[in-house]
């Protein structure tokens, strides 16, 4: 059987995909009566000896902490992008570590197993692709064929996708132990978390695309019943039908910050997806008026075959508000 190793072109991911934690000021406050707990946001509060109210709260990766929040004298002590996006959580020891506060601990209902290392010694990457998931399945072909296998043997992707059935979309959950002398691969649910400092020359990668079935589609909740515009024109919305059945596929990896070997990893991981899932701009569209409104237009990736379909008929988007806005490619 034919075997690869770990040959990768020096090339490095887009900027924009890489997080490494800023260091974080120490506020130096001690508060006897510390509490909190919580998943996304994670929030904690109590009281200063001197009577200050403290909030503090830790969502999508950004950690506030605010002195008497709703009173004349509020004041944000702390605000910081520390984590990488969608991170929600935070344990206690390492919340009081980073920011120099104390105070008893831990917090209630602990998720320690979801705590990441945010010293700044690791670094994360995450891009976030709008896939079938056929394409999905490419990709994750792609990046076993980009990095090789170890112990004289291929591994197969539809090893790693066991489907519910014919008739569902499953959901891919695939996690990579990558070093330079080959890899391992399993289902992401047999790992725990990372919270330890990751090492040189060594890269925890994780491919995710959320499992639904046919009465369940990816619409930010919204049920598509039947979407018209004030005109009563029909708007179509991607997913609505089995053909172009689409969800978010992410791609997840911590590393050890400035690793060149990583990076140059990741760089030939993000080509890939740049290969399957070309960047477009997309932007908000008022359904009513078909222009689109003022936010400023977004970069996204977006699979092929559900471009294809929004550029294939009047008032199609990808995704729905509840205000009859939705985005749509910009061009």
């Known amino acids: 059987m034919k075997t690869s190793c770990l040959h990768i072109a020096m090339t490095t991911p887009r900027a924009k995909t890489i997080h490494t934690p800023p260091p974080v000021p120490k506020l130096n406050l001690h508060i006897p009566n510390l509490a909190g707990g919580g998943y996304a946001p994670l929030q904690f509060s109590g009281e200063t000896a001197d009577g200050r109210a403290i909030y503090g709260r830790y969502r999508g990766g950004y950690l506030s902490v605010t002195a008497d929040m709703g009173t004349p004298t509020q004041d944000l002590l702390l605000e910081v992008n520390l984590g990488p996006a969608l991170d929600g959580y935070i344990s206690h020891p390492q919340c009081c570590q980073l920011t120099g506060i104390t105070g008893p601990g831990p917090w209630r209902d602990p998720e320690e197993s979801a705590d990441y290392d945010l010293s700044g010694a690791t670094s994360f990457y995450r891009l976030r692709l709008d ?8 990709l994750l072909a792609d990046l076993i064929n980009a990095v090789g296998a170890d112990r004289g043997r291929q ?43 990751a090492q040189p020359g060594h890269l925890v990668l994780s ?56 990076l140059s990893l990741l760089g030939t991981i993000d080509a890939l997806a740049l290969k399957r899932f070309p960047e477009i701009q997309i932007g908000r569209f008022d359904l009513d008026t078909d222009a689109q409104t003022d936010e400023p237009s977004i970069d996204a990736q977006i699979d092929p075959e559900v471009l294809a379909w929004l550029r294939g008929g009047h008032r199609r988007v990808l995704q729905l508000s509840r205000d009859n806005t939705g985005w749509r490619p910009v061009d």
């Open 131 to 138: 896939s079938t998931a056929a394409t999905a399945r490419q």
């Open 155 to 197: 591994m197969q992707p539809s090893g790693l996708m066991p489907l519910k059935s014919a008739e569902e979309t499953t959901a891919l959950e695939v996690r990579f132990d990558l070093s330079p002398q080959g890899f391992d691969a399993a289902r992401l649910t047999d790992f725990a978390r990372y919270p330890k400092t």
């Open 207 to 262: 491919l995710s695309y959320p499992s639904f079935g046919r009465a369940a589609l990816p619409l930010n909740g919204i049920r598509p019943i039947i979407h018209r515009s004030r005109d009563y024109a029909p708007v179509r919305v991607a997913g609505e039908t089995q053909t172009v059945l689409h969800n978010w596929l992410w791609l997840k990896a911590e590393f050890a910050t400035g690793d060149p070997w990583a």
